[in-house]
């Protein structure tokens, strides 16, 4: 008599952990962002629809960035330990795809982790206003780690390729494709940045500090299959940059204001 309660006993817990752990993660995703608005804000999420496990927003916004499309897949294993995890889609059109696994942590910060994605390079720019460049070409991200702290500042590991990289009018000028790797070391973000299919050799770094201040320190060098000559005096006229046995030393610093 004894086993039969406890096994009774047994069931009944499960069946109301089990009762309990259906309703939470069916509840409105409308419902739950009323609830962390506060928690993940200034990330703002518009028109919900669906539910915490499985929903969607027709649009993303983190100032100044504004995004349409954003679709999630929670864990639900994970809510049990207090954790708020899963899957997330970006975009719905070739100009902007990019999708990962993503992470709610303390002090208001969202975690994106494995993102891998297509956009071009004109829808990126053009989610900061009063970009100061037209640049054409498209971009393939693949990030193990992304995200921002509060000032706005990001946190990137992984790297992006730049395909048909152009810088446009008034200068015109054909770079080809670039790769970017990202690394974090403290407060100081580095982007390695180096030619995979160019017309010049390209060996430089740009550092991010966080008070928003940057540094770009290289090399960059013609190659001799190119259109070398013009591309030499575009370098040195337009740029301003001087050349050392053929190799043009690149050194700027400066503000970022976007990361400010």
Same mark, same amino acid.
Do not use: C
């Given at each position: 008599?004894?086993?039969?309660? !406890?096994?009774?006993?047994?069931?009944?817990?499960?069946?109301?952990?089990? /009762?309990?752990?259906?309703?939470?993660?069916?509840?409105?995703?409308?419902?739950?962002?009323?609830?962390?608005?506060?928690?993940?804000?200034?990330? &703002?999420?518009?028109?919900?629809?669906?539910?915490?496990?499985?929903?969607?927003?027709?649009?993303?916004?983190?100032?100044?960035?504004?995004?349409?499309?954003? =679709?999630?897949?929670?864990?639900?294993?994970?809510?049990?330990?207090?954790? %708020?995890?899963?899957?997330?889609?970006?975009?719905?059109?070739?100009?902007?795809?990019?999708?990962?696994?993503?992470?709610?942590?303390?002090?208001?910060?969202?975690?994106? =982790?494995?993102?891998?994605?297509?956009?071009?390079?004109?829808?990126?720019? @053009?989610?900061?206003?009063?970009?100061? %460049?037209?640049?054409?070409?498209?971009?393939?991200?693949? %990030?193990?780690? /992304?995200?921002? =702290?509060? +000032?706005? /500042?990001?946190?990137?590991?992984?790297?992006?390729?730049?395909?048909?990289?152009?810088?446009?009018?008034?200068?015109?000028?054909?770079?080809?494709?670039?790769?970017?790797?990202?690394?974090?070391?403290?407060?100081?973000? @580095?982007?390695?940045? @180096?030619?995979?299919?160019?017309?010049?050799?390209?060996?430089?770094?740009?550092?991010?500090?966080?008070?928003?201040?940057?540094?770009?320190?290289?090399?960059?060098?013609? !190659?001799?299959?190119? +259109?070398? &000559?013009?591309?030499?005096?575009?370098?040195? +006229?337009?740029?301003?940059?001087?050349?050392?046995?053929?190799?043009?030393?690149? +050194?700027?610093?400066?503000?970022?204001?976007?990361? =400010?």
């Amino acid at each position: 008599m004894m086993f039969v309660l !406890r096994k009774w006993w047994f069931y009944g817990i499960v069946a109301v952990l089990s /009762f309990i752990y259906f309703l939470f993660g069916n509840l409105p995703a409308s419902f739950v962002y009323q609830l962390v608005s506060t928690r993940i804000a200034p990330l &703002q999420l518009v028109s919900l629809s669906g539910t915490l496990w499985s929903g969607r927003a027709d649009q993303m916004i983190y100032p100044p960035v504004q995004l349409d499309a954003v =679709r999630w897949e929670v864990n639900p294993r994970e809510i049990v330990r207090g954790k %708020l995890t899963g899957l997330f889609y970006l975009g719905n059109s070739k100009q902007f795809r990019v999708r990962g696994r993503f992470d709610l942590l303390e002090h208001n910060r969202v975690r994106l =982790r494995q993102v891998n994605g297509e956009s071009s390079i004109p829808f990126v720019t @053009n989610l900061f206003k009063g970009f100061p %460049l037209r640049i054409n070409g498209d971009i393939d991200l693949a %990030l193990d780690d /992304f995200s921002l =702290r509060e +000032n706005g /500042f990001p946190e990137i590991t992984g790297r992006v390729h730049l395909t048909g990289f152009e810088i446009g009018p008034p200068w015109k000028v054909f770079l080809g494709d670039l790769r970017l790797v990202f690394g974090m070391d403290g407060d100081l973000l @580095n982007v390695q940045i @180096n030619d995979v299919r160019s017309p010049l050799i390209v060996d430089a770094k740009l550092q991010v500090w966080e008070a928003g201040r940057y540094r770009l320190k290289g090399d960059i060098e013609v !190659r001799a299959d190119t +259109n070398k &000559q013009a591309m030499e005096e575009f370098l040195r +006229n337009n740029l301003g940059l001087v050349a050392n046995n053929g190799r043009f030393s690149l +050194n700027y610093t400066g503000d970022v204001p976007y990361f =400010r």
